[in-house]
């Protein structure tokens, strides 16, 4: 069997589905290849400097290369109706002849070329929603059927969604939310929907496990500076106001002005780095490539993403840490018994949460529970598995891959 992705971007050394999944599904037998732009992995944001120019460079259009036993595919771009297209994309998937073709969205110009090119090129088609409630704006508004949002929104997403639709397989929804988008707003039949989670990769994200993590987990706080008896929260993403983990970083100093023994380290980079660095309590620390991310949630207590979600949670939680997010997170299955939520934007319901959290020993009996939970139902292996099953079942014929 041989899958192709279609990603609009590609992160080298980043923990998303297209640097991960691929890995797994090499592991299992598949033919397995990236194609993705040369576009910056920020570009929407339609900044000038993206917090992650120095941890993942654009890459290189026409470039080819192996990575994990997988191969990652460079293409070029262009603008088309004022939204990114890949260019070349018909010549890349007849070159690569591909059984499986799966998009990381329903809509937009990927998936309305990969729905195009299906009948002449031979393959069956799978998408997938990874937008939640909190990233799309128009689910959380009230607006009437006939407002400009929503008629626009029915011509620009739901009408050419549905058509993808049409001819795809199935479109993989990463929560529920993102499945009733899918539905509502991008035009994905509802009986081609299926609510499959993202995944940890486990060679990288797993609690301490020995003394040789022990003693990694107590030289990297020390070199970080701090203590083995502080409670350190650690946030991994981007600065901005949209994911606000200046807010924890406030959190922190309040605590540590009482007297409790909390620390905040912050991961990455944006527009709120030097706000949180003056925080009492909390450091910054640059963004780092996915395989050594595991070794500083070890190294921490508490993972804290106080607005949007994030895959992050998942690792973090794999690792063994409590969870803390906010309570309109609509993917709550990501804490249950294995964290708290506090009322969005409230610091002091914020210090009161982490607060909860000062007990060691419920520290560590909500993080072996997420650490099992993140194993049991989350691992990218075992998401790789049930996806090759689809994917046979969509070929009519089972090639003996994964084994039942």
């Known amino acids: 069997m041989r899958v192709v992705l ?24 598949v033919e397995t290849h990236v194609v993705a732009t040369d576009l910056s992995i920020s570009f929407r944001r339609n900044s000038e400097k993206s917090e992650y120019d120095n941890c993942a460079p654009r890459n290189s259009a026409g470039s080819v290369e192996t990575l994990d036993s997988y191969t990652l595919h460079i293409t070029g771009h262009r603008r088309a109706l004022g939204q990114m297209r890949m260019a070349g994309l018909k010549d890349k998937l007849r070159l690569l002849r591909p059984d499986i073709v799966q998009t990381m969205t329903p809509i937009g110009w990927i998936a309305l070329d990969a729905a195009l090119h299906k009948r002449s090129l031979d393959y069956q088609l799978f998408t997938g929603c990874h937008y939640h409630a909190s990233v799309f704006p128009l689910a959380k508004k009230k607006t009437s059927t006939l ?55 486990p060679e990288i994200f797993y609690p301490v496990a020995d003394d040789r993590d022990a003693a990694s987990r107590t030289a990297l706080r020390q070199k970080l500076g701090f203590a083995q008896s502080e409670i350190v929260c650690i946030y991994t993403g981007r600065f901005n106001a949209e994911k606000n983990p200046l807010l924890l970083a406030k959190a922190v100093e309040r605590l540590f002005h009482s007297g409790a023994p909390y620390r905040g380290l912050f991961v990455g980079n944006g527009a ?83 607060s909860a959290l000062r007990d060691a020993g419920t520290r560590v009996d909500m993080g072996e529970l997420g650490a099992r939970k993140m194993k049991g139902e989350y691992s990218w292996a075992s998401i790789a598995r049930q996806r090759v099953r689809d994917y046979e079942t969509a070929l009519g014929s089972f090639d003996g891959l994964v084994k039942q």
């Open 147 to 201: 407002s400009s949002e929503r008629l626009q929104s029915l011509v620009m997403r739901k009408t050419p969604g549905r058509l993808v639709s049409l001819v795809t397989r199935k479109c993989y929804a990463i929560a529920q939310d993102c499945a009733d988008i899918a539905e509502k707003y991008f035009g994905v039949e509802r009986t081609k929907i299926s609510v499959c989670p993202l995944g940890v990769d």
């Open 6 to 29: 279609l990603s609009e971007v590609y992160g080298k050394g980043m923990g998303y589905l297209e640097n991960l999944m691929p890995k797994y599904l090499a592991r299992l037998g």
């Open 272 to 354: 709120q780095g030097d706000a949180i660095a003056a925080c009492a309590g909390s450091r910054t620390h640059p963004f780092v490539n996915v395989k050594e991310l595991g070794t500083l949630y070890r190294a921490a207590d508490i993972g804290v993403w106080p607005a949007q979600e994030s895959m992050s949670m998942l690792d973090a939680a794999a690792c063994g840490l409590p969870i803390v997010a906010n309570h309109t997170m609509t993917a709550t299955e990501r804490l249950n018994g294995n964290g708290l939520a506090y009322r969005l934007n409230d610091l002091e319901d914020l210090a009161r949460v982490l």
